[in-house]
């Protein structure tokens, strides 16, 4: 059974400290892995899918790595608008296009 | 990516009660949606996959019968909780897949609450 587990549950950041958030998974193959963020009452929004290990994504202050156990979100110099859940999911090479859910890591940023 | 509309963004009945949720793929058509459901920290789940021209394909563990699912047009997909109960209330958001890549783009939400 496919498993997402993220780490820190939560975070608080200074503005401008920079740092990462895991995500470690488990799954017989890898079609992709996704990065999502996730304000209060909204639905995710997509920021990055990774596909093989060694692929990196960046966009703006996020950079999203990828290892064939876990993905890591790196946040470099951090703004309090980047204060959210940031969920991670995988998914299986299998026929179903299914997306399994880390339960995210929610970030805060203090100015 | 896509964009996702959903409709109503917050509701409220009483419990034994049905309620319907929208999902409206804007920006191009959708053969395939999904529903998923999100429980305070807890993660996303899917509910089901709801396929135009055919019946949905629910996950393990979800009533069909008491989340009916039709998938009406290339752009609509509606979720129906029926007699529902104080155990529903939940976060209950739909997604459409990009095109011709693996990612899915989410609605907004919709805020279920049974009394």
């Known amino acids: 059974e496919d498993q997402v587990t993220q780490s820190p549950e939560a975070l608080r950041l200074q503005e401008g400290e920079s740092s990462s958030l895991n995500c470690s998974y488990t799954?017989?193959?890898?079609?992709?892995l996704f990065w999502y963020r996730q304000d209060p009452g909204k639905g995710p929004e997509f920021l990055f899918t990774?596909?093989?290990a060694g692929e990196e994504k960046e966009k703006e202050r996020l950079k999203a790595t990828l290892t064939k156990k876990e993905s890591f979100l790196h946040i470099t110099a951090p703004k309090p608008e980047d204060s959210a859940t940031y969920l991670c999911?995988?998914?299986?090479?299998?026929?179903?296009?299914?997306?399994?859910f880390g339960k995210g890591t929610k970030l805060t940023v203090n100015p | 990516g896509a964009v996702v509309s959903q409709h109503p963004s917050r509701v409220i009945c009483k419990s034994g009660t049905s309620v319907k949720i929208e999902c409206r793929s804007l920006?191009?058509?959708?053969?395939?949606m999904f529903w998923y459901r999100q429980f305070p920290k807890k993660s996303l789940m899917l509910m089901a996959t709801?396929?135009?021209?055919?019946?949905?394909?629910?996950e393990q563990g979800v009533e069909k019968d008491k989340f009916l699912i039709n998938h009406a047009s290339l752009t609509l997909s509606t979720l129906t909780v029926t007699s529902a109960h104080p155990e529903d209330s939940s976060f209950y958001i739909c997604?459409?897949?990009?095109?011709?890549?693996?990612?899915?783009?989410f609605g907004p939400g919709t805020r279920l609450t049974v009394t």
């Open positions: 799954v017989s193959g890898l079609r992709g």
């Open positions: 920006d191009f058509q959708a053969t395939t």
């Open positions: 999911a995988v998914q299986d090479q299998g026929g179903s296009e299914k997306l399994v």
């Open positions: 997604s459409v897949p990009g095109q011709g890549t693996y990612e899915q783009y």
């Open positions: 990774l596909y093989s």
């Open positions: 709801s396929n135009e021209g055919s019946k949905a394909t629910y």
